[in-house]
């Protein structure tokens, strides 16, 4: 039965366990009712005292009265009421007591047009300030290159401590004094240390958070063009909803999806954007170093095609589409194809992907007891967030990791070698603390635990509960579109096609096989055979600066397509804005497009790379059988495409079943006495978001972490693929005998997570 | 947070030891933080920067949760005070009765602002919320001790007496 209350007359329906604030504006009834304080996500306080409704009981006793909706449990037939005098002029006075102290500076204030205050304000009619008075003024801390603060415009609602204490668990933001003069800020100046801390901006309702990298290009918020989008910082897939004006990307913020990120967004998700901005990003077609003009470029790459000695490399970091282009490519030429450069990622693609039941984010939120497999929040932060969550609910939780992460510290720690992680994970099965939990889910960070470890895990899920669920994550957008149709010893081929001088050219598709890639040690040894490079790429990257042809690609959000996320969720994104060049000089770009003759004044930003592969296609006479192709593995991969708005769909599970490979993939041994490496990741640190200056800056500095008993000040790394001497940064608490590195320093090694590496110690005094 | 001061950084051997001796009697570490900083407060007159960092490190909490108690609560001083501190209710009771009288009288007498140190280091008027001695309004603490009601004549005897006990040789 359809349960309903009544809010001047009109039925508002409900669920049972909703507050009357709640349920209105789901209803879009939110206009009746002014609020401050109540956020979906961090609930309701009745702090404000601006949600007043007046209740009519049933009974005859007790005469009407007014209280706050946001505390009040909705329940079949209420009778509520806001046009009432009382109502009214509660609503019109509190407004009025919190306008008191707040600057009349909208005009300069960047929340303006997009300010709840400010619509609350406009809502309830207070329009002349009586209160003639000294108004009360902070001094504002510097919060870092993030978040701007403007305390002097707080209405003191909390939500912004609500926020960072209770949900995102972080340390170094509070609420200080008491009355009228409470300051929200950290205990001194200096950047905020939460990896959500972005998310103070939008919980906000004025302007005391604003976004400080948005304020450097700022526009307003109806000038602002947006659209639908995914986040391309790593597996989870969040939506995201990118603003951009006059052809430059402004500002990223959350997009509701009921199942991933209904809220809130990571500071990577929101900041790291700024890649599509970065003044070394490729925006012009490159020969041999020099911009060129695309037909040039082309003319040299589709030489290189012609002479039959070229191979292709993909890159989960691209969408589906573009990865289905290049294959489709390779396909037509009959040249060997790759979708990950290196066999170690290629296997953990395969054992990610036939991994089944992956718990959504709300999935994670309702467990009641985690396992935790390595540094999830450096990984994914928003998986990490969806697991402080679940703690706040009351769950347990256990961490298996080599160091004492942030989420270790927030339940009970179990230091762990990744080599030890497979068997550790074989072991879960049995293992007491899962005894008796009705909702246990795994989260690993997938690159930690390597395809042996994720192997184990499948066959642990199989003998855990069937409402168990597990999920693993890496930084890549698009794992499993990438991989799916290259995935059984592609990257081995490839690497022995150029090994054996069949191939000469190697074209890349966001891919950085010469630079930080898994396995770029190998590819940099293999480098010397290679007559030329062809990159596609909207980020600049040593396979770029060493290419021969670089081909300029748009951003996410300048173009459509799908990424296929950790559950195996296919979600579309919508071009969002059309870049326009950033033109060097007037004269230079308009002289091959004069206006007068119909040209365009501005040449367009950087194409698709599905126009740059068609246009290959083209110049090779082959584009029938390629979009054939390229229609044909689309349809296979996904019969139906969702829409960009569409909450997307999950990858056919008999799909995923063909990587259902029973063999354990093996995993090279370790000495209990030998040094091994795991992976150190940051949460600001992903492909692209290291292109994002003002992210950037609060990254923590190079070096190799391990326990603080070691006494040296260097260390000299050496792997199959070369050395590598970094600084020795102690961590305390880290299990001894292994050394966190970060994946250029892998990449550089030859080495992947839970492998031995001979470690010469300096002492600098 | 991290935080770069430590517990040893208040070189009081003493009072590190019944610190901890604090906090290993309470049920949790983070229930003996008002204890913690009272003893702190005692021991080196208000809570600096070392005794706030300590003061988190002893009970576990983070150092902003310890300076949101500190901003919280009056009866924590988190900057020099002088000798005697004179805490004047000026809640409603009070207020009504005339606390702003003797709040204007002290501070004048003080020759600083409320919360500053006057009469060469003797004194330190703050102005407070409600003390409980609504029956006796105007209240006001005296160095802890709670005196009232309170008037201009009397007000006046301590703050003559403390002026005097300034000038005296050490």
């Known amino acids: ?765 | 947070m991290s935080s770069p001061i430590s517990i040893a950084d208040l070189q009081d051997t003493a009072l590190i030891a019944r610190l901890q001796a604090l906090v290993a009697e309470s049920p949790v570490p983070a229930a003996a933080i008002s204890a913690v900083l009272y003893t702190l407060q005692d021991a080196r007159g208000y809570i600096d920067d070392v005794a706030l960092h300590a003061a988190a490190q002893l009970t576990g909490l983070s150092p902003v949760r310890v300076e949101e108690l500190c901003t919280f609560y009056s009866l924590v001083l988190r900057a020099p005070a002088g000798r005697h501190v004179l805490r004047i209710c000026d809640s409603i009771a009070c207020h009504l009765a005339g606390a702003q009288d003797l709040l204007a009288q002290a501070q004048a007498y003080s020759g600083v602002a409320l919360g500053e140190v006057g009469l060469r280091g003797a004194l330190t008027v703050v102005p407070h919320v409600c003390i409980g001695l609504c029956d006796r309004a105007p209240a006001l603490l005296v160095d802890g001790e709670a005196a009232g009601p309170v008037d201009a004549t009397s007000l006046a005897q301590w703050l003559e007496q403390w002026e005097a006990d300034a000038w005296k040789p050490s």
């Open chain 1, 1 to 765: 039965m359809k349960r309903i209350f009544y809010l001047d007359g009109q039925p508002v329906p409900f669920t049972s366990g909703q507050n009357v604030l709640e349920a209105a504006i789901a209803a879009g009834m939110a206009r009746q009712i002014p609020y401050f304080c109540y956020h979906p996500a961090l609930g309701s306080l009745g702090a404000c005292r601006q949600c007043a409704v007046k209740i009519y009981p049933h009974d005859d006793k007790h005469p009407p009265r007014v209280t706050m909706a946001c505390l009040l449990p909705a329940s079949d037939h209420l009778q509520l009421a806001t046009v009432d005098q009382e109502v009214h002029t509660e609503h019109r006075k509190i407004i009025e007591l919190l306008m008191l102290n707040h600057p009349l500076d909208c005009p300069v204030c960047d929340e303006g047009g997009q300010c709840h205050l400010q619509d609350m304000t406009v809502q309830t009619g207070h329009a002349v300030r009586r209160y003639s008075g000294p108004k009360r003024t902070y001094r504002d801390q510097d919060l870092g290159p993030l978040v701007h603060q403007e305390m002097n415009r707080c209405i003191t609602c909390y939500r912004c401590v609500r926020f960072y204490q209770d949900t995102a668990q972080g340390d170094d933001f509070g609420v200080f004094g008491s009355r009228d003069r409470v300051y929200f800020g950290r205990l001194e100046d200096g950047p905020l240390e939460s990896p959500f801390s972005g998310n103070l901006v939008e919980v906000c309702p004025t302007g005391v958070f604003t976004d400080k990298v948005f304020r450097h290009d700022y526009a307003r918020v109806w000038d602002l063009q947006q659209g639908p989008s995914v986040c391309p910082h790593c597996a989870v897939g969040c939506n995201t909803l990118p603003g951009a004006r006059l052809g430059t990307l402004r500002r990223v913020r959350a997009r509701h999806h009921p199942e991933i990120n209904p809220h809130f967004l990571c500071d990577r998700g929101r900041y790291g954007f700024r890649y599509v901005t970065a003044a070394e990003r490729p925006v012009r077609a490159r020969l041999h170093g020099v911009h060129s003009r695309q037909d040039a470029v082309l003319r040299q790459v589709a030489t290189r095609l012609q002479e039959g000695r070229s191979g292709f490399l993909g890159s989960p970091r691209e969408d589906v589409q573009s990865n289905l282009a290049l294959f489709a490519l390779a396909d037509c030429l009959h040249a060997p194809f790759a979708a990950l450069s290196s066999p170690w990622m290629e296997a953990l693609a395969q054992q990610c992907m036939a991994l089944p039941q992956a718990p959504t984010l709300n999935d994670v939120e309702m467990a009641d007891h985690l396992i935790v497999l390595g540094d999830l929040g450096g990984v994914a932060p928003m998986a990490e967030l969806a697991a402080r969550q679940a703690l706040r609910h009351g769950a347990r939780l256990t961490v298996l990791a080599s160091r004492p992460t942030a989420l270790a510290e927030a339940g009970d720690y179990r230091p762990t070698r990744p080599s030890a992680l497979p068997d550790l994970v074989t072991g879960l099965a049995e293992d007491a603390c899962l005894q008796g939990s009705r909702r246990p889910v795994i989260l690993a960070a997938a690159e930690t635990l390597g395809p042996a470890g994720v192997h184990a895990l499948r066959k642990t899920l199989a003998r855990l509960p069937a409402n168990a669920r597990a999920g693993v994550f890496q930084n890549s957008p698009n794992l499993f579109g990438a991989a799916y149709f290259a995935a059984d010893g592609h990257t081995v081929r490839l690497q022995h096609a150029l090994r054996q001088r069949e191939i000469d050219h190697l074209l890349c598709l966001a891919a950085d096989p010469l630079g930080s890639d898994w396995g770029a040690g190998i590819w940099r040894s293999l480098a010397p055979g290679l007559q030329g490079v062809t990159v596609l790429d909207m980020v600049d990257t040593d396979t770029v600066r060493a290419a021969e042809t670089v081909l300029p690609m748009a951003a996410f959000p300048e173009r459509d397509g799908l990424f296929i996320n950790y559950e195996g969720r296919i979600q579309a994104f919508a071009p969002v804005y059309r870049r326009e060049a950033q033109v060097p000089s007037w004269q230079e770009n308009t002289r091959g497009f004069p206006a007068a003759a119909g040209g365009q004044m501005h040449p367009l930003g950087p194409p698709t790379p599905q126009y740059w592969l068609g246009r290959l296609a083209e110049l090779l006479d082959i584009v029938k059988p390629w979009q054939e192709r390229l229609t044909f593995y689309q349809r296979f991969l996904c019969p139906i495409a969702p829409r960009p708005d569409h909450p997307g769909i999950l990858l056919d599970d008999a799909l995923r079943a063909r990587f259902e490979i029973a063999a354990a993939p093996a995993a090279a041994p370790v000495g209990t006495e030998d040094w091994e490496l795991d992976l150190f990741r940051w949460h600001g640190g992903e492909a692209l978001a290291d292109a994002a200056a003002e992210l950037q800056s609060l990254a923590p500095s190079r070096g190799l972490r391990l326990n603080a008993d070691v006494d040296a000040s260097f260390a000299t790394l050496s792997g199959p693929c070369g050395r590598l001497r970094l600084p020795v940064l102690p961590i305390v608490g880290m299990v001894a005998g292994v050394a966190a590195l970060d994946q250029e320093g892998f990449a550089q090694l030859g080495l992947h997570p839970g492998e031995a590496v001979q470690i010469q110690w300096e002492t600098v005094s």
